[in-house]
């Protein structure tokens, strides 16, 4: 494929792609996004040659939803909460290894292991695990001999439970054997070992730093807080109004998220040796590099922390992208994307074909001429939870109205996110309210079950709110102060909404729970 570049001849396309998805990665702290309170040479050299997406935002949420958009494509939140591939879909790695193309996963991320998210990895040509890091259930004791580790004095996550965390961290011996580090590394050493063995690979580093837990040893451990005494807080707390309710003092508050900063430094430094990696192998003069999040993480913006039930403000939806082509001089592009089009992107370069409905937009088009015209609006949420939108300026969160129903999940492999510390909260099985349905576009039979008030929910659309929307400026209100709901301007969000949801033939059952006007009554 080749694109006609403005002012210069045709582009070509590169065999090969390396995808760095750094976990709940907060664009606002990133130096080449301007960011300043922590450090991240080795990002901002990656965008010192990169396309620059000014203007990316997230589209299914949290994690696995979000993995979801970039192998497969599909916007599924609308249809599913956090959950497996489904039969009626295939990850673009089932294309890719149909075409002879190798493939490797290199990742520390656990979700992608367990029910939930246990195949993703399964159409990798090859992948590598590298274990420890946040609910991986890797060791069953604590290393006896880890007296003198890196791992600092730390509080756990839940002090009645036992969390597979508090076992692997004691086994880390030094810097290198933290997850993190470790997936970078691998990294690295694939670059160097197996990468110019092969003229057309897809390298995808599922990275989950920086995700919690924040945990660092020294010198990252210190690097922006030295005057802490006690127990390391390494796990945040999901909450609002988390210092104005007592839940956090301005002191932890700011330790937090110093640890997010120690750890967002620590793994853009072992970023750095897989940046070395490529430039020793030249791999830039063939390759396109994408780095990429499935969002960010509140750490005391609007007094939130984590990722609880609130809408994407900029924190957590308005996301980093960074893709560096062979043939592109570096520049910002400020067109409006979304992780769909990830899945596109990575289509296009590849000649990939796909037989499920998918909703993503190439962005090698925008990349060779940012005047092409790309999208006129996004998407994104979590399962029954708001419906958002955006068209470039305004963003638009739609909540349920007088209730969340109806509502039904859709899926044919029935799993979603464990919670490890709660093994007794779990999906219900389907019941005789359940029928068959079919997914746009596919002739695959789906088991279509309803809920109702009462029935117990997935883990993620617990405790959403109703009636309580908003509407905010971006351009003239980008600290999302000023909600507009209720302004004239609000009619034509609706409307927007109610057309995007039709383009992409979401349930009908979304417009009523969301009192759009195609619902009626």
């Given amino acids: 494929m080749r694109y006609q570049v403005e002012g210069v001849a045709d582009m070509s396309q590169p065999k090969r792609a390396v995808v760095l998805l750094l976990d709940s990665l907060n664009r606002h702290m990133l130096g080449c996004y301007g960011g300043r309170e922590f450090t991240t040479p080795n990002i901002d050299r990656l ?68 029910t939930g998210g246990e195949n993703y990895h399964t ?21 006896p001999s880890w007296q003198g580790t890196p791992a600092l004095p730390a ?45 057309e690979f897809l390298l995808f580093v599922d990275e989950f730093d920086p995700h919690e837990p924040f945990d660092c040893p020294e010198p990252w451990a210190s ?13 945040p707390p999901y909450t609002s109004s988390a210092i104005a309710s007592g839940t956090l003092t301005e002191a932890e508050a700011r330790h937090i998220r110093n640890n997010y900063g120690a750890k967002l430094s620590m793994i853009d430094h072992w970023l750095g040796k897989v940046l070395d990696a490529l430039d020793a192998g030249n791999f830039w003069d063939d390759t396109l590099v994408i780095l990429c999040t499935d969002h960010g993480h509140y750490l005391g913006e609007k007094d939130i922390f984590g990722k609880p039930r609130v809408i994407q403000y900029e924190t957590i939806g308005h996301t980093p992208l960074l893709i560096a082509h062979p043939e592109l001089a570096p520049k910002e592009i400020h067109t409006l994307t979304t992780n769909v089009d990830l899945h596109a992107t990575l289509s296009d370069l590849f000649g990939l074909e796909h037989e499920h409905v998918t909703h993503g937009q190439s962005l090698l088009p925008i990349m060779a001429s940012p005047k092409t015209p790309h999208r006129d ?9 708001w419906v958002q939108i955006q068209d470039g300026r305004y963003k638009y969160a739609r909540a349920p109205v007088d209730d969340n129903f109806p509502l039904s999940m859709w899926s044919n492999r029935w799993s979603t996110m464990p919670v490890p510390y709660y093994p007794g909260l779990r999906l219900p099985n389907p019941d005789q309210r359940a029928y068959i349905d079919f997914m746009p576009g596919s002739d695959v039979p789906v088991l279509r079950q309803p809920f109702e008030p009462g029935d117990m ?53 979304q417009a009523q729970r969301l ?3 195609s619902a009626g009554g």
């Avoid at 090859?126 to 609910?135: I, K, N, P, Q, V």
């Avoid at 839940?158 to 597979?164: N, T």
């Avoid at 690097?223 to 796990?235: E, H, Q, T």
């Fill in 377 to 385: 609006w996004a998407v994104g949420g979590i399962f029954g939870n």
């Fill in 47 to 114: 965008a010192a040659r990169s396309q620059q997406f000014t203007n990316h935002y997230t589209g299914s949420l949290p994690c696995m939803p979000a993995r979801h958009d970039i192998l497969c494509g599909a916007l599924d939140f609308l249809w599913k909460p956090w959950g497996s591939i489904e039969l009626w879909e295939r990850p673009l790695t089932y294309e890719l290894k149909r075409k002879g193309v190798v493939t490797q996963m290199i990742t520390d991320h656990p979700h992608l292991f367990e």
């Fill in 123 to 143: 159409d990798f040509f090859a992948w590598d695990y590298l274990r420890g890091h946040e609910s991986d259930p890797w060791r069953t004791r604590p290393d």
């Fill in 155 to 199: 509080g756990t996550k839940y002090p009645e439970k036992a969390s597979p965390y508090d076992l692997s961290r004691s086994y880390f011996r030094e810097e290198a054997d933290f997850p993190g580090p470790k997936t970078m590394q691998a990294t690295a050493d694939w670059l160097n070992q197996q990468g110019q063995h092969h003229e």
């Fill in 223 to 235: 690097l922006y807080g030295k005057n802490w005494s006690g127990d390391r807080i390494i796990w």
């Fill in 457 to 509: 929910m997935p883990f993620w659309s617990l405790g959403g709110s109703v009636d309580d929307h908003y509407l905010f400026d971006l351009q003239e209100d980008p600290d999302e102060t000023q909600n507009l709901v209720g302004t004239p301007l609000e009619a034509t969000m609706i409307a927007l909404l109610d057309d995007a949801l039709a383009s992409l033939e979401a349930p009908k059952e």
């Fill in 515 to 517: 009192g759009l006007p």
